[in-house]
Nanobody, 126 residues
Framework: QVQLVESGGGLVRPGDSLRLSCRPS?????????LAWFRQAPGKEREFVAA????????YYADSVKGRFTISRDSAENTISLQMNTLKQNDTAVYYC??????????????????WGQGTQVTVSS
């Protein structure tokens, strides 16, 4: 089974930018077609942030991050990234990379992702 490793978290100020990356333990994310980022803030449930389809590259975002965050994959498909701009204090959370093969209509459903990374902490504080 593919394992995922996130990197790039840290402590930043409101308005700053940060870039998260996620790599598979093998050469690619195969066989998974849906690659996503979720986050979980203290005392809150895990929530969908963004996803990208490995075939076609279509992207999907939560309303709370649309226009500020960008999910992307590199040409060799061995890394996905989450570029986070204009960060806000309520973006503070542990961010998780996930991979799955569910149908498109369920791409925001965390319960259907098959493998997860260990998480990386993002703290936005003045």
């Amino acid at each position: 089974q593919v394992q995922l490793v996130e990197s790039g978290g840290g402590l930043v100020r409101p308005g700053d930018s940060l870039r998260l990356s996620c790599r598979p333990s093998g050469r690619t994310f195969s066989p998974y077609n849906n690659l996503a980022w979720f986050r979980q803030a203290p005392g809150k449930e895990r929530e969908f942030v963004a996803a990208i389809r490995r075939n076609g590259g279509h992207t999907y975002y939560a309303d709370s991050v649309k226009g500020r965050f960008t999910i992307s994959r590199d040409s060799a498909e061995n890394t996905i990234s989450l570029q986070m701009n204009t960060l806000k204090q309520n973006d503070t959370a542990v961010y998780y990379c996930a991979a799955g093969s569910q149908v498109l209509s369920s791409i925001r459903d965390g319960a259907l992702y098959r493998t997860w990374g260990q998480g990386t902490q993002v703290t936005v504080s003045s």
